[in-house]
């Protein structure tokens, strides 16, 4: 049984950092990976990030790239999230997942297995 439970969620100032923090329970045979990903009333559910298990490649949504960092513990089985220059358009809810091979091999497609989430707010 998987479990994802994510914290660090707050209401900050356009401009400033959080770090979400994601930690894993269980998992699921075939996963490579853990990954962010967010979503608000108008978007629906976005890719935001993953990173292999293994050998620790990650994948970035191109919005988020250059401002946004992920980053696992192995031996805890803990993802993070450190966002940075934070922007009104990143108001949403974050939520961890378990990420399986796309298509393309990379490791970035969501499955079943997700966290409750945490809401991030971003006021200007």
């Known amino acids: 049984q998987v479990q994802l439970v994510e914290s660090g969620g707050d209401s900050v100032q356009a401009g400033g950092a959080l770090r979400l923090t994601c930690s894993k329970s269980?998992?699921?045979?075939?996963?490579?990976?853990m990954g962010w990903f967010r979503q608000t009333p108008g978007k629906g559910r976005e890719f935001v990030s993953s990173?292999?298990?293994?050998?620790?490649?990650?994948n970035y949504r191109d919005i988020i790239k250059g401002r946004f960092t992920v980053s696992q513990d192995k031996a805890k089985n803990t993802l993070f999230l450190q966002m940075n220059n934070l922007k009104t358009e990143d108001t949403a809810v974050y939520l961890c997942?378990?990420?399986?091979?796309?298509?393309?091999?990379?490791?970035?497609?969501?499955?079943?297995?997700w966290g409750q989430g945490t809401q991030v707010t971003v006021y200007s």
């Open positions: 997942g378990l990420v399986f091979r796309s298509y393309d091999g990379s490791c970035v497609r969501p499955d079943y297995y």
């Open positions: 990173i292999r298990t293994d050998d620790g490649t990650t």
């Open positions: 269980g998992d699921a045979v075939g996963s490579c990976g």
